[in-house]
């Protein structure tokens, strides 16, 4: 007749079937909490590299902040420029027919010049000959 199995050795079965077993997942574990104190380890490293970079992004935003508030005042400058330079083109354009004004005149004048003295030549002229004789 076969021997009868006790419980306590189906006790002892379980623990040797169980203990390596056991042990390897013991290990796995180990290994397992190793890679996530690797991960942790990083993971502090990467919160002081973002704490880096958000300092970083703190002065970004404010000299943003400042090119902002600069470019406002350029924009008002050059709506002030345009505005102006309108103006100034006005005058130029006065300016500018003021002067073909003055050159025309000058023409004129001159033509009137070379006809008195052309005048004055031929007068001179018919004096000379006058009291030549």
């Known amino acids: 007749m076969p021997k ?3 419980k306590k050795d ?3 079965v379980f623990i040797e079937t169980l203990e390596p077993f ?3 997942v013991q290990n796995d574990f180990n290994k397992v909490n190793r890679r996530f104190d690797g991960v942790e380890s990083r993971l502090d490293g990467v919160e002081s590299r973002l704490d880096g970079v958000e300092s970083r992004l703190d002065g970004v935003e404010s000299r943003l902040g400042k090119v902002e508030s600069e470019l406002k005042e350029v924009k008002g400058e050059v709506k002030e420029m345009k505005e102006n330079s309108s103006a100034l083109f006005a005058k130029l354009d006065d300016l500018i027919s003021l002067y073909k004004k003055h050159d025309q005149e000058l023409t004129v004048l001159s033509a009137q010049v070379r006809h008195l003295e052309e005048r004055i ?3 001179e002229a018919g004096k000379i000959a006058r009291s030549s004789k």
């Open 10 to 12: 189906i006790k002892e």
């Open 22 to 24: 056991a042990k390897a």
């Open 4 to 6: 009868q199995l006790s």
């Open 121 to 123: 030549d031929k007068l």
